[in-house]
């Protein structure tokens, strides 16, 4: 029944749709009765119209369009020129054919409407019999039709026009053109019982009717028999009936307005929101530091308000814009249950394909592109999977084999299944093959768990087929899937069991464009880390890493992580001194895992995937660019690519050579001395640079921490020391020392703290932060030209 | 846009009075810039804008003189040192630094530069062509343009944008 429906909402939007076109071009029609381009489209909308009703047992409609097409038909073969009174008669029958749509899309029957009157009127413009019984006579019983025999008749002979043949052959020729009809019926209930797809097929060959030389007597407007089709007499009909019957009740008047949209333009919407997320995330960041600086003040939340209601408008506006985009995934399963049949005569299995959440809906793009991997594992699991009958039966199996094809939600993801009841994976077998195929080392396969094992089905060149047949075995369709799969940033999952059957998951986000990330932070450097390839974070020290075999790898539960430094792979220079802790964070993709370490973990964020465009097309190991809020680009990494680097990345994590790489440069002069002062007061900065001009060395001076750390990063200049204030705005002194303490190169660098701080605490406060020396205001000259010089090691011969 | 710029077009337009030049089509307009001690030049019309510099993201896996991508109102553009792209030692970025973003077809990217000259106009008669120890197509010289008593390498926006790597 919900197949019927479906069929009938698109055969209802597409009539539509084409009658909307029609109305245009019947009237250009008028002004330029020759063109056969014109003439040859309308014709087409007329015949489709009929074909699709026909087949949805629309009789009224059938009836009328048939006309139609008659004399369009004859129009367009040159046999009819379009005068205005025919175009009158065309554009009523047209009027006709909008109500009986519309009362189809309220009804679901076409009952009601008297077209008897205009197809009397079509029949003579086309030259016509008085063949214009209505679509109860012609489905009515046989006794009935002498009653329109007989009326016709007596018409016919009214009409003087055509009375160039006797009443008789007018007869013969009526009954034969009923029993041609009334064949064409009982075809067209067959045809529908097969519930055939093919609709043009079925459609009764009006050639026929065409080509016979028709005698023309002109029927009188009453009609013989009035047309009042009701959906009882529907349902004696054909066995579909019951369904238009039914129908009717629950899903009236549920005609879907729809227009056609390019693609580019919802692409051009999506890229626009797209922009507007990442304002939006940028807004955020901003609320979030207004309101750490002006905590407490009224306005903010009025700006929270603000802030709150544009960030969900454009989540809702993401999501709608979004939904424009989606298919459901029944556009790709349909194919699936011919496949299915055929594949059973071509196995000699017998098999049966069951598919539910049809009505699931993916993003247009990526409807497009599990397509192709669903047939091949289809095709797998009808060659591969499940057993001849015999053996079936054999296992006590039923003898027809089931394969589930099932597409559901889950958070963020769709989720297509594809279970089958056959024979199962056996991992020995698949390791075996693999060694035999040379895709796999014997260590490799004896350390493989069976997940692992299953994920080799993918490997190019695998196939356990042990011959090549037509439906597989060239160990081609499965890495497909592998890749495009993974080109939609999608995960596959396999369960198993020999002798139960297979259950695969493809695990595919949602859309493309915008996606969940996770934010990690290595050294300097941020990443972001799709969501949906993350399947936990956890915090570890150092010493729970452990080298095998020169690869660092870890103990997670019951597990053994290879784990690879997130510096490693994307040349990240140390200059951050790394920390006791780091961050595994856990990533998986088909049925292999990683442990990516970072230093920190940022967030997570939703993020917008912009491409970093020709010139930097094919980095391995990033996917793309996103934008974040405070403007700075980010780069995504590309999990697919970093799980075959890290394969082959050595890991430093561990060999910790982070000696001091201080530049020692040999002092050949006085002014190759460099220290910094930091003071946020300028009478204290000159006080310090008087003390210090006489030794001859360079100074540099900084306002505040920020600055002096700056300068720093930087690196224009090597210092040998600083002297530090504590009381400074932006930075004070010891967030500034234990920022300095991060960067492996200045982790030596003496740290003089020049404050008038006294206090024990403070003293203490400075040791911890990694001060060197502690000079207390006022202090003389002298003095802390002796502290600087014995800080710097300053040759006696400069002075 | 720039002061120094404002400036340059300025002098453009003093420069334009005296010689003269007419807004014929044998006139091309080039922008010029220094690269180390080279006088480089680009046609105008191939420049989308000149920007000073900010922060940009580096990009692992690509040689030393692609430094990064930056954010372009929202476009993510790749910037590229032509310092080091024509084997000069790395410099630090000063007051002049600019970044030149330039687009030719679909490709895009900056260009990290010592300093701006100015806009130039210069009549193709006195444009040559690349001296001949240049090799075929592979130059990234358009020619060599001779003005007073300077000379202005032209360089060809297409093999700029170029991805050589």
Redesign the interface.
């Known amino acids: 029944m919900d197949e019927f429906q479906e069929i009938l909402q698109d055969f209802l939007i597409e009539s539509f749709e084409l009658v909307e076109k029609l109305d245009e071009d019947l009237v250009e029609l008028e002004s330029n009765p020759e063109d056969l381009e014109l003439l040859n489209g309308i014709f087409r909308v007329a015949h489709t119209v009929k074909g699709a009703s026909s087949f949805l047992n629309f009789d009224v409609l059938t009836h009328l369009t048939h006309h139609m097409e008659d004399v369009l038909n004859k129009a367009r073969h040159g046999e009819l020129l379009i005068t205005p009174d025919i175009m009158d008669v065309i554009l009523e029958s047209i009027d006709l054919m909008k109500a009986l749509l519309n009362t189809i899309r309220d009804t679901s029957t076409d009952g009601g409407i008297d077209v008897s009157a205009c197809v009397v009127k079509l029949d003579k413009v086309s030259g016509g019999t008085g063949d214009v019984q209505s679509p109860v006579v012609e489905a009515a019983p046989v006794e009935e039709t002498p009653v329109a025999e007989e009326v016709t008749a007596e018409v016919a002979e009214d009409e003087p026009d055509y009375d160039n043949m006797s009443p008789d052959d007018l007869e013969a020729e009526i009954e034969r053109l009923l029993q041609e009809r009334q064949e064409e019926d009982k075809q067209k209930r067959a045809a529908k019982i097969a519930a055939g797809e093919d609709v043009v097929s079925l459609e009764p060959d009006e050639a026929v009717e065409e080509e016979t030389p028709e005698p023309t007597p002109e029927p009188v407007a009453t009609t013989p028999v009035p047309v009042t089709p009701t959906p009882a007499p529907v349902a004696t009909q054909a066995p579909k009936g019951d369904a238009k019957a039914a129908a009717p009740a629950k899903k009236a008047a549920t005609v879907e307005q729809t227009i056609r949209v390019d693609v580019k333009r919802l692409d051009h919407l999506m890229n626009l929101i797209g ?1 507007l997320v ?1 304002a939006k995330n940028r807004l955020i960041k901003i609320n979030d530091d207004v309101e750490e600086r002006y905590e407490g003040e009224e306005f903010l939340e009025e700006l929270n308000q603000v802030v709150s209601i544009v960030s969900l408008v454009t989540t809702d506006l993401q999501i709608a814009v979004m939904k424009t985009r989606m298919l459901p995934i029944g556009k790709v399963f349909n194919k699936f249950p011919r496949m299915i049949r055929d594949l059973t005569r071509e196995l000699n299995k017998k098999m049966e394909l069951q598919i539910s959440g049809e009505e699931t809906e993916l993003d247009k793009s990526i409807v497009e592109e599990v397509g192709d991997p669903l047939v091949h594992i289809i095709r797998n699991s009808c060659d591969h999977g499940i057993e001849i009958p015999e053996v079936r039966v054999a296992a006590g199996k039923e003898e027809t084999g089931t394969i589930k094809l099932k597409a559901y939600n889950e958070g963020n993801q769709i989720v297509i299944q594809i279970d089958d009841d056959g024979k199962g994976l056996d991992a020995e077998m698949l390791k075996a093959k693999s060694v035999e195929k040379g895709l796999i080392t014997i260590t490799e396969a004896d350390a493989m768990s069976d997940k692992e094992a299953f994920g080799l089905i993918f490997k190019p060149g695998f196939s356990t087929a042990a011959t090549v047949t037509n439906v597989s075995g060239r160990g081609v369709g499965m890495d497909v899937v592998k890749t495009n799969i993974e080109k939609v940033n999608g995960i596959i999952d396999i369960e198993s069991e020999v002798g139960v059957g297979t259950s695969m998951k493809l695990k595919i986000p949602l859309t493309l464009a915008i996606i969940q990330a996770l934010l990690v932070g290595v050294q300097e ?1 941020h990443y972001a880390i799709p969501l949906a390839s993350v399947l936990e974070t956890v915090r570890i020290s150092k010493d729970e890493i452990y080298t095998v075999e020169g690869r660092s790898v870890m103990r997670l539960r019951e597990e053994v992580l290879s784990l690879v430094h997130i510096g490693d ?4 220079e140390r200059i951050l001194d790394s920390s006791e802790h780091a961050y595994v964070v856990v990533l998986g993709l088909g049925t292999s895992k990683l442990g990516l370490i970072v230093d920190t973990l940022v967030g997570q964020e939703e993020i917008v995937i ?7 097309k094919g ?4 996917a793309g ?1 996103t ?1 974040r809020g405070d ?5 995504i990494v590309d999990v697919i690519a970093l799980m075959d680097i890290a394969r082959n990345v050595k890991s430093t994590v561990m060999t910790d050579n982070s000696s001091a790489a201080q530049l020692t440069l040999e002092k050949s002069k006085a002014s190759d001395y460099c220290v910094m002062i930091v003071d946020d007061s300028k009478t204290d900065r000159t006080i310090m640079r008087k003390a210090l001009e006489p030794l001859g060395i360079t100074l540099v001076e900084a306002v505040d921490g920020q600055e002096a750390l700056n300068i720093l990063k ?1 690196g ?1 200049h090597n210092f040998d020391a600083m002297l530090v204030d504590i009381e400074m705005p932006r930075m004070d002194g010891y967030t500034l020392a234990t920022e300095i303490k991060k960067y492996n190169r200045y982790k030596n660098l003496p740290l003089i703290a020049v404050t008038s701080r006294t206090g024990k605490s403070d003293r203490m406060r400075g040791v911890e932060s990694g001060m060197v020396e502690y000079i207390t205001k006022p202090y003389s000259a002298d003095y802390l030209s002796s502290v600087v010089q014995r800080n710097v090691n300053f040759k006696a011969e400069f002075l | 846009m720039s002061d120094k710029l404002k400036q340059i077009i300025s002098k453009q337009g003093q420069h334009e009075s005296n010689d003269g030049i007419s807004h014929s089509d044998d006139v091309v307009q080039l922008v010029g810039f220094i690269i180390g001690e080279e006088e480089y030049a680009v046609p105008i019309l191939a420049i989308q804008e000149i920007i000073k510099p900010f ?8 040689p030393k003189y ?1 430094v ?4 372009m109102r ?5 910037l590229i040192d032509l310092r080091l792209k024509f084997g000069l030692p790395a410099l ?1 970025q000063g007051d002049e630094t600019r970044f030149i973003v330039m687009r030719y077809g ?4 900056g260009f990290v530069i010592d300093r701006l000259t100015m806009a130039i106009r210069i009549k193709k008669t006195d444009i040559g062509p690349a001296p001949d120890t240049i090799n075929g197509d592979d130059t990234m010289i358009d020619g060599v343009g001779k003005q007073e008593d300077r000379i202005i390498t032209i360089l060809k926006v297409d093999k700029l ?1 170029e ?1 050589d790597f």
């Open positions: 922009e990442l450097e792979i994307f040349e990240v912009k491409s970093l465009g020709d010139y930097l980095i391995e190991g990033v660019a934008i403007g700075g680009v980010t780069l930087a224009d | 922060p940009w993201t580096r990009v692992p896996q690509v692609v990064g991508v930056f954010n929202g476009a993510v553009i790749p630090k679909d490709d895009i990217a944008l991805r």
